[in-house]
């Protein structure tokens, strides 16, 4: 039973969005971003490609604004670029899907052929106690897969045939002199179909794993997995990564004007929720509750005011818009509401979790990051309009707020660059979730599609 009844939804920035100096693009700037012209057109016959923003379109209670928490990605870059689509279309880097090149491809993670028993503890946290640490699942490949193929439905996306490997590299994993046990390699390769790369490893004597990866050194042989039929390719990894060498840990990258990308499981582990500070039971779509995020906003002292900021005296931390219930807002329940009932429905993330909901509560986290990443494979930047799965994200715990769908803005570019339209979209995702419905983030995202599907007419639903 959920502690918190999620009464009140935010569905506008917090007041720390004002603090910081973010402005959010007008509701007439964000209809025009979904269009291929950048405007609208105020009467007689729409433009070639404009689209026809619905209410429900426009609605915050379907699509909210991002949250702007303290330390979210957006409030420490509040002056981002949006991206239209008409900027998109018109980037040079983007990769466009053609006959020749229109498979997406999903790799699992490198098997080991050398060390097994070491190099597999690497993907394994160290110090985590309790019952948690041996339940959860890994993800499941296929469903990853499925999951893709919902999302960019449209778009072939197959599993990649060639086992990955990761092998010896150097005479560093030799054994040390007067040692009975194996010292830690600087390298490992990592074997394609066609190529040996070689991986740095470091040591993390502190941590919340033993060994890291190099996350560039792997995007790199990721590109040699290219197959000739590929859009782009996904290469998961169940060690943890770094980047740079002041770097704690990164989920993932991707390169998208090589068509690849690359995230680490590892950070997702539910086993890790306690020490990352990860939240549960206020994941989407219960990020947008009231409570959660007042006492977000009180946690984190307040930032020097300067002239950009602009704060009203004595407002402390209420958000700018609250629905208290959707008879507030429309006559019908609103998509966000029908996603948080079905959150709150399902099985408890809090006392006690079985097994199925700890994995499922993982294969969530992993297939919205991969929609994410690939998202920049299409040529979709980071996502300042609203509340979307192509935020920006700074932090897991940030991550685990986010939405698994995409607002209108970045749901036209996956449309056209797919050629499918949004109730075709919407159908296969629901598809999907109904397969899946058991795992809270699939139950909820299918009752948000349930709302938004009953509300698509044939003259709505086009990019």
């Known amino acids: 039973m959920s502690a918190c009844n999620h009464a009140a939804l935010v569905l506008e920035p917090t007041i720390h969005a004002r603090e910081v100096g973010y402005s959010r693009p007008s509701q007439t700037e964000r209809a ?49 670029p949006p991206q239209s ?34 190099i597999k503890r690497w993907t394994r946290p160290r110090d985590v106690l309790g019952v948690e ?15 893709v193929a919902a999302f960019y439905h449209g778009i072939p996306v197959k599993k990649l045939k060639d086992t990955l490997k990761f092998t010896k590299w150097d005479k560093s ?56 039929d590929a859009y782009a390719i996904f290469l998961l990894v169940d060690h943890d990564l770094f980047e740079d060498d002041d770097d704690l ?16 499981t590892a950070r997702y582990r539910p086993e890790l929720d306690l020490i990352q500070e990860v939240e549960r039971e206020h994941a989407w779509p219960a990020s947008h509750c009231e409570t959660y995020l007042q006492r977000c906003c009180e946690e984190i002292p307040k ?7 602009s704060v009203q005296k004595g407002d402390k931390s209420r958000p700018i818009s609250i629905c208290s219930s959707d008879e507030e807002m429309e006559t019908s329940i609103s998509p966000i509401r029908a996603a948080v009932s079905a959150h709150q429905s399902s099985a408890s993330l809090i006392n006690s979790p079985t097994s199925e909901t700890l994995s499922g ?29 192509m935020q920006g994200s700074s932090s897991i715990i940030e991550d685990a707020r986010q939405p698994p769908y995409l607002c209108p803005v970045d749901l036209s570019k996956v449309l056209e660059a797919t050629g499918v339209n949004r109730q075709e979209h919407y159908q296969a995702m629901l598809a999907f979730c109904d397969q899946y419905h058991s795992i809270h983030l699939f139950a909820a995202y299918g009752a948000w599609l349930r709302v938004q599907l009953a509300e698509v007419h044939p003259q709505d639903s086009g990019s």
């Open 133 to 147: 640490a041996t339940s959860a699942s890994e993800p499941d490949i296929g469903a990853i897969v499925s999951y």
């Open 173 to 228: 994993v030799a054994r040390s002199k007067g040692s009975t046990s194996l010292r830690s390699p600087n390298y490992i390769g990592l074997n394609t179909s066609s190529e040996c790369t070689r991986i740095r490893v470091r040591a993390t004597p502190e941590g919340d794993f033993s060994h890291q990866l190099n996350l560039s050194d792997i995007l790199d042989a990721a590109i040699y997995c290219l197959p000739s």
């Open 32 to 80: 025009a971003a979904t269009t291929s012209q950048g405007t609208l057109k105020s009467s007689g016959k729409p433009k070639p490609g404009t689209s026809q923003i619905s209410p429900r379109l426009s609605d915050p209670a379907t699509f909210p604004a991002a949250l702007l928490l303290p330390g979210d990605d957006l409030a420490q870059d509040p002056k981002y």
């Open 85 to 118: 689509r008409r900027a998109w279309t018109r980037g040079k880097d983007r990769n466009k899907v053609t006959p020749e090149r229109n498979v997406i491809y999903i790799a699992a993670p490198p098997k080991l052929d050398f060390q097994k028993d070491e």
């Open 361 to 389: 509560l993982w294969l969530g986290r992993v297939c919205r990051t991969v929609s994410h990443e690939l998202g920049h494979c299409f040529g979709i930047d980071h996502c300042v309009y609203y509340a979307c799965v």
């Open 249 to 264: 840990f990164v989920c993932g990258r991707a390169y998208g004007g090589s068509r690849v990308a690359v995230i680490s």
């Open 303 to 309: 930032p020097t005011q300067t002239k950009s900021t």
